[in-house]
């Protein structure tokens, strides 16, 4: 199942990264069914691309009890708007009707526009 993505447009849902800190927990959407896998997918929004890196958290839970399933997976980005990363398989469990959450970190190059769309198998 794919969560927070838009197929016209070939994006994510927008996340703003933190630089000094972590970025705030972004809502990628609600499950609709028990999962025991996620990756995720990033995507570079705009024509502005700088050189950085992302370090990107996924959860899952409620707006008060996250339970964080992946920390700091690192996406690469170039000034020619290409980003990168290597696949990165998280076993977790969640139940229908769990939030998955995002969150970026970067350092001064920020990025303006990236977003990120989960994908989750199980049940």
Known sequence: TQYGGTAASSTGTSVTAGTTSEGT?????????NHRFFEFGFGVND????????????????????KVIGMDSLVVCNSSEQ??????????????????????????????AHSIAVYAMGD
């Open 25 to 33: 927990w972004t809502s990628i959407a609600t499950t609709t069914s």
């Open 47 to 66: 024509a502005t691309g700088t050189n950085s890196g992302y370090h990107v958290d996924l959860s899952v839970g409620d707006a008060t009890n996250k």
């Open 83 to 112: 980003s990168s990363k290597l696949p990165c398989p998280l076993w977790a469990t969640s139940k229908t009707g769990d939030i998955i959450y995002a969150r970026t970190q970067t350092g001064p190059n920020a990025e303006d």
